[in-house]
């Protein structure tokens, strides 16, 4: 089976793949409550169906901890006059987000703090 | 890690997957659902054929619907592959979506085998008589439907969330198709009642 | 007059549904497409025979399909409303705010409403009643083809719309 070896090699290689783009539902936002976080951008990617900006806090341990904010796709976000070039790789940001119920690493855009100081609706 | 990284970075894919044009990435979305619609509408309606819910349609004409199936098949196919191109690392990691796979070729599979068997055998598909492995394989085509549909579904969501979904899926299918069972038989008994008695003959 | 429309159209009980089942958007979601299928498949094949395509088939015979259809119809209906009004969960928006933002929803819901008035265009001109009867190799006349030709094409547009509606505008 010719087709299963390649599946069993692509799935190997990509075991330790980065950024598998946790595929959430708004639903499992909590949608009543802002999260504030504040951190360094590690990866952009305004793509569709949604967005995510990946960004990197020292959490209350003082330990670097990945934090997932997932926006809108291109059409919102050009819709909201937001363009790739407010944000770069190493900026420092800070948003007012939906965290995950459960309470994870992840939130929902919200609203995000460019360096350039203007806050700007990502929904 | 090569090929993957170029299928998510060459121009058609940058652009399904930046582009904020609504004939990118959400007109992709809709070419995959008109395939879908297509390609599990008509081989349902066959499907149906085959274990008797629609009793004296004649066959031949039946299978002049199945290059309308073959059509939406090779929609789907076209825009599901560039879907997968655009997020190949995930979708690849996912075992829901193998299991889509999986589930699609069964039912192609079956689709192609009931075409041989039944519909291009110049014998059977003018009587309408249908032997009972066209009818395990229609069965198959139903069932790899709703397993397909879900698994494509939840591809969109986290694996414990698709883990319920599949079994939400399964007990609802279940209920419904057991529900119908119940109402058909319900049906038939109270005009059997008032007919006076059953049809004598079966078909 | 506005909080008619924007709170009549929103439920607690299909919002609390939702909230308290994870699986249940999802599920509503595939009995959606399910139903697409059904409804695509059985009245699409009803429309491509009026059409002229694959002629030998006796109208009678599909229309046999059609309460499958109609169960697929029901089954996008009823999912249909349940994404209306228990929209909130899922984008914390109001469904009257969702209606007035969502250039998309409002075509499909224009499209849906012009396949109901087609269907019952198709009743009230007699062409329902015509093609019952055309049999192998006959020809539907050239009304119930048009209508017919609506049909497909409204159901299309309804599900074209249907999927870009998350890449509208859904809130003011």
């Known amino acids: 089976m010719k087709l299963g070896s390649l599946s069993l090699a692509i799935i190997a290689a990509n075991a330790l793949a980065v950024s598998a783009w946790a595929h959430h539902s708004h639903g499992n936002y909590q949608l009543t409550e802002y999260t504030h976080v504040t951190g360094t951008v590690k990866e952009i990617h305004l793509i569709n169906p949604h967005s995510w900006i990946y960004i990197e806090i020292v959490d209350a341990a003082g330990e670097p901890t990945m934090w997932a904010m997932e926006a809108t796709g291109p059409r919102g976000l050009a819709r909201a006059g937001i363009t790739r070039d407010i944000i770069d790789i190493g900026d420092t940001v800070s948003a007012r987000c939906h965290q995950l119920k459960d309470g994870s690493n992840g939130c929902l855009l919200g609203y995000l703090t460019t360096e350039d100081g203007i806050e700007r609706e990502w929904d | 890690m090569g090929i993957l990284e170029f299928l998510e970075t060459n121009s058609l894919s940058i652009w399904l997957n930046e582009s904020p044009s609504i004939f990118a990435y959400p007109t992709l979305l809709a070419l995959h659902t008109f395939g879908m619609a297509f390609l599990v509408g008509t081989s349902t309606a066959i499907a149906l054929r085959m274990l008797g819910f629609v009793p004296g349609m004649p066959l031949a004409p039946l299978g002049k619907f199945f290059p309308i199936m073959w059509l939406g098949f090779s929609i789907s196919v076209v825009s599901g592959t560039l879907l997968l191109i655009l997020q190949a690392r995930n979708f690849l990691a996912m075992p829901a979506f193998y299991i889509k796979l999986l ?44 397993v397909a549909i879900t698994a494509g579904r939840v591809t969109a969501y986290i694996p414990s969330q698709g883990l319920k979904t599949a079994v939400a899926v399964l007990i609802s299918t279940l209920v419904l198709i057991g529900g119908g069972h119940i109402a058909v038989r319900l049906w038939r008994s109270t005009k059997w009642a008032q007919q006076g008695g059953a049809p004598t003959s079966t078909h | ?92 928006v109001e469904p009257g705010e969702v209606l007035i933002s969502d250039g998309f929803l409002q075509l499909k819901l224009i499209f849906y409403f012009l396949a109901g008035i087609n269907l019952f265009a198709f009743y009230r001109t007699g062409m329902s009643r015509a093609v019952g009867d055309l049999g192998p190799g006959e020809d539907a006349p050239p009304l119930a083809k048009t209508l017919a030709g609506a049909s497909l094409f409204f159901w299309i547009a309804v599900m074209y719309f249907g999927r870009l509606i998350p890449f509208g505008q859904l809130h003011l």
Request: net charge positive.
């Open chain 3, 1 to 92: 007059m506005e909080a008619f429309f924007t709170y009549i159209l929103r439920w607690p009980i299909v919002e609390n549904y939702f909230t308290a089942n994870v699986w249940a958007w999802p599920l509503n979601e595939i009995a959606h497409f399910i139903g697409l299928s059904l409804l695509i498949g059985t009245v699409g094949m009803y429309d491509l025979r009026l059409l002229g395509f694959a002629k030998d088939m006796p109208v009678a015979c599909l229309r046999q399909l059609l309460p499958w259809g109609v169960f697929g119809f029901i089954l996008v209906t009823v999912t249909g409303l349940m994404f209306t009004t228990g929209i909130y969960y899922n984008i914390a």
């Open chain 2, 103 to 146: 589930a699609i070729a069964v039912a192609v599979r079956s689709m192609r085998l009931l075409w041989a068997r039944v519909f291009s055998d110049r014998v059977s598909a003018g009587t309408g008589l249908v032997p009972r492995e066209a009818q395990v394989l229609a069965g198959a085509v139903l069932i790899s439907w709703v």
